[in-house]
């Protein structure tokens, strides 16, 4: 089976353009995540949908940030207008949640990120 | 907030050395997991320990969780090359229907040969 997929892998962009990053999640999974990775803060959860509704995007930095899930096998993450302090690696990671505890201890799959550097 | 701390933040050793890096909260999590990120790609899980004082290993890994549920500890028996990498532990709460994982910082591990 396919992981996570996302798109681009990398992405040089200036100041002030509209960004957009895209997740394809495993087939399956009903738990779709958006992290952001920085040395300084590591990982941080930027927003989370459950069956393509957000449930939790207490994490979104500001208003320039909205994701959208418009179905089970898509997610966009857009930044309008990016700035430089955007630079960073951003993730997304699925999961499932069948098993004990609601599935709440099952792994989270990532993708191999998008590395996003905005000049 | 619940925080997650690990140490150390990195760690640089030559292969066949033993190596233990810690996971410490002042928070009870129920249930702590471990993921391993190599350069260019996204963490992937190693392992979930769920009960006070659970001892887990994964041939050369071996993951403890702490008897109050606050703590972890990995231990890699002779290390090799191919245990580098970025070392994250992440917890998991009781609260309702809260997928949040709460992410430490994580250990750099650097095997050299």
């Known amino acids: 089976d396919a992981g996570v997929i996302q798109s681009p892998r990398h992405e040089v962009t200036e100041m002030g353009q509209e960004v957009t990053l895209r997740c394809k999640p495993i087939?399956?999974?009903?738990?779709l995540f958006w992290y952001r990775q920085t040395m300084m803060r590591g990982l941080e959860l930027l927003i989370y949908f459950n069956n393509n509704v957000p449930i939790d995007d207490s994490g979104m930095p500001e208003d320039r940030f909205s994701a959208k899930m418009p179905n089970a096998s898509f997610s966009t993450l857009k930044i309008q207008p990016s700035e430089p302090r955007d630079s960073a690696v951003y993730f997304c990671?699925?999961?499932?949640?069948?098993?004990?505890?609601?599935?709440?201890?099952?792994?989270?799959?990532f993708g191999d990120g998008t590395r996003l550097s905005i000049l | 907030t619940q925080l997650l701390e690990q140490s150390p933040q990195f760690l640089s050793i030559q292969e066949g050395e033993n190596l233990t890096v810690y996971c410490n909260s002042s928070s009870v999590f129920s249930s702590l997991q471990w993921y391993r990120q190599e350069p260019g790609e996204g963490p992937v899980l190693l392992v979930t320990?769920?009960?006070g004082g659970e001892v887990k290993k994964l041939k050369r890994l071996t993951f403890q969780f702490g008897d109050a549920r606050k703590d972890s500890s990995l231990h890699i028996t002779a290390a090799q090359p191919g245990d580098t990498g970025l070392y994250l532990c992440a917890g998991t709460t009781n609260a309702g229907n809260n997928r949040k994982l709460i992410w430490g910082l994580g250990t750099s591990l650097a095997v050299n040969p």
């Open positions: 320990v769920v009960t």
């Open positions: 990671a699925s999961s499932f949640s069948r098993g004990g505890m609601g599935g709440r201890n099952q792994p989270q799959h």
């Open positions: 087939s399956g999974h009903d738990y």
